[in-house]
């Protein structure tokens, strides 16, 4: 094509595009486009169920659309006088349903379709409802980033009541809403100016669980709706949505409202967007139409949500708190669970929770520790039943298996059956969390939470937690079995230590008597050379009995002081020839060890004093001579 012939077809194309009967928009969907891309790199699945959750990112993704340009039918049709103001003013053209309504648009640009139409609420540039069929298409060559969309509008309203469109026809578009209208999946009530209901579709009688018969002629004052904010409060006739959309002129919603089902005895959760209908140049509406979806489930699931947010902080906490708690740490074994029980009764909700013991090898689980919430109660195995294992063997066989049992049907529940008619039905127990307290191996008991009233459906970060809270018990456990460990040994240690002071005290007294008996002997001997002998004897039997007593109070195993050993020992014998001996004896000498003692060569030296040589003894040098005092002759001797 050449340059002349792309400008007459450009021109073409701008004069066909400004003087269509028919609403054109020209709209640039490439940041919305470019958004969900984002949203499904960032492992979104379903687009539905994000934008349930997040309102505020669906209102993000229309504002990202662009309009680029508009033909004057759409100025005619919006009371705009101008292109500028048109463009400047097009977000005040969308109502809250009209922003509702761009849901299928998204969900559409998210599957990869290039075609959709559609019916909206539009509002004039004074505010005017206008009920239009859109219909938009990606421009070829732009499918892959919808940068060029093509959209038409048409007043639905307008179009039919001017007689543009055939009788046939008619009854043609008429059957298609008529099945549209029975087979949506959203409930739809009409109702008249006056609030009679004049319609509604099957959806919502399934929804509200009603029949056409009960409602119609009625209206929102019907006190059978029983329709409540979220906050619980009750919703009175003139302020339902569809009522005070027929009021103001103005639609309503989304908002979200429960009605109370009598066939569920329970309330249902609505999110309903009312819309009032106007003729041709009328201000006061002649009929509203609610439309509303059935939210339970996902309002559940967002309540069930922020709960498990809630319950794992508090089980952060107490956790936290548990484990750092010095008392915890630090305190005796029954305080330790009662501060545990209670922080776990408290923090799950329970009405019981207690720390059981494996006793009699196995054969019986005791109760250490039961808090009773509403009594803020502990009880002790004192007050409590024991279980014996062997009538339980299914119960035990579970904990032994996987070291847990989390049981929402307490009574019936195969692993807790056994429990029911002994344990569970006289405490009105019907849900059970239990977790094996496990040390090296071996299971030493059980952490329990019992539920009273109806049954409870355990979540998986309760049972985590509780599965946390035995690690933490066993701990106790292990510690309290450490110490018990460490206190026999001390007994043992102090019992052989008695024992062997006993046995140094036994043999330092016979040593003694031993010693004072060959003393006795050597007095009344006649002959010189026994009474020398029974002497030595003495003596050696006398530097025996020291060394032992220095071996008992040395504080060092293997070792003695010798300086303290042998200044006893020279001071003994020297005194046992020399009662008043006039010079000091200086005996300073390292430690050795009691075993390189010999006592019989220590004594040998002394053995000159019996020829009554006194001597001085200055062992602090080594080779320092054995310097004696004269004896009674005058003569002076040294020996070394």
């Known amino acids: 094509m050449t340059e002349n012939e792309e400008r007459n077809s450009e021109s073409r194309y701008r004069q066909l595009f400004e003087s269509a ?70 977000p005040t053209l969308f109502s809250e349903a009209s922003y509702t309504n761009f849901r299928d648009d998204l969900l559409t640009i998210w599957e990869g379709g290039t075609h959709f139409s559609k019916e909206a609420t539009h509002l004039t540039l004074n505010g005017t409802p206008l009920q239009v069929q859109v219909a938009w298409s990606v421009v070829a060559g732009y499918e892959r980033g919808y940068e060029q969309v093509l959209v038409s509008v048409v007043d639905v309203g307008c179009f039919l009541s001017a007689g543009f469109v055939p009788a046939g026809r008619l009854r043609e578009r008429e059957a298609q809403y008529r099945q549209l209208y029975e087979t949506m999946s959203q409930g739809v009530i009409y109702q008249e100016a006056d609030g009679r209901i004049s319609s509604l579709n099957p959806a919502a009688e399934r929804i509200l669980g009603i029949s056409t018969d009960h409602v119609l002629g009625g209206s929102s004052h019907d006190p059978r709706w029983r329709m409540i904010r979220e906050d619980g409060s009750e919703v009175p006739g003139p302020d339902h949505p569809a009522m005070v959309a027929l009021e103001s002129g103005e639609p309503v919603g989304p908002v979200v409202r429960g009605v109370f089902r009598p066939d569920l005895e329970r309330y249902v959760w609505l999110k309903i967007t009312a819309i009032p209908l106007f003729h041709p140049g009328a201000n006061q509406a002649y009929q509203v139409y609610a439309t509303f979806e059935d939210i339970t489930a996902a309002r559940a699931a967002g309540q069930e949500r922020e709960t498990a947010a809630k319950r794992a902080v508090a089980q952060r906490q107490a956790l936290s708190e548990l484990a750092l708690n010095a008392t915890v740490i630090d305190g005796s074994l029954l305080h330790n669970l009662q501060h545990i029980t209670e922080s776990v009764s408290m923090t799950l909700g329970v009405a019981r929770a207690s720390i059981w013991e494996l006793t009699s090898n196995g054969e019986i689980l005791e109760c ?99 599965s946390t809270v035995a690690s933490l018990v066993a701990q106790l456990f292990e510690n309290m079995e450490k110490q018990e460990a460490e206190e026999a040994l001390r007994r043992q ?148």
């Open 21 to 90: 009967p028919v609403s054109l928009w020209e709209e640039d969907f490439s940041a919305v486009k470019k958004q969900l891309d984002g949203l499904r790199a960032s492992n979104v699945e379903d687009l539905a169920y994000y934008l349930n959750e997040r309102p505020a990112a669906e209102r993000d993704l229309v504002s990202r659309i662009r309009v680029v340009d508009v033909n004057e039918t759409t100025l005619r049709l919006y009371g705009a006088d101008s292109k500028e103001r048109f463009l400047s003013q097009v």
């Open 368 to 466: 250490l520790d039961l808090y009773t919430a509403a009594e803020a109660r502990h009880t002790q195995r004192e007050d409590s039943d024991p279980i014996f294992v062997a009538e339980h063997p299914h119960y035990f066989e579970a904990m032994r298996e996987r070291s847990q049992v989390f049981a929402h049907d307490g009574l019936n529940d195969p692993r807790t059956a056994e429990l029911a008619e002994s344990y569970l039905k006289p405490r009105n127990i019907s849900s059970l969390l239990d977790s094996a307290i496990v040390v090296d191996g071996r299971i030493v008991g059980v952490m329990s939470c019992e539920h009273i009233g109806p049954q409870r459906s355990w979540a998986p970060d309760e049972e985590a937690f509780v």
């Open 493 to 640: 240690l102090e019992d052989k230590e008695l024992l062997l002071r006993e046995t140094h005290h036994r043999i330092k007294n016979n040593l003694s008597s031993i010693c004072s008996l060959l003393s006795l002997q050597a007095q009344d001997s006649k002959h010189p050379q026994t009474v020398t002998a029974l002497e030595d004897a003495a003596g050696r039997v006398g530097s025996m009995s020291r060394l032992y007593e220095r071996m008992l109070l040395s504080d060092v195993a293997g070792e003695i002081p010798v300086h303290d050993y042998l200044h006893d020992l020279v001071t003994s014998v020297v005194e046992w020839y020399d009662p008043k001996p006039t010079e000091a004896l200086d005996c300073r000498w390292c430690r050795c060890s009691p075993l390189s003692c010999k006592p019989s060569s220590i004594y040998s030296p002394f053995t000159a004093l019996k020829l009554h040589f006194p001597f001085r003894c200055d062992w602090g040098q080594p080779g320092a001579p054995l310097a004696s005092r004269e004896p009674a002759g005058g003569s002076r001797r040294e020996s070394r």
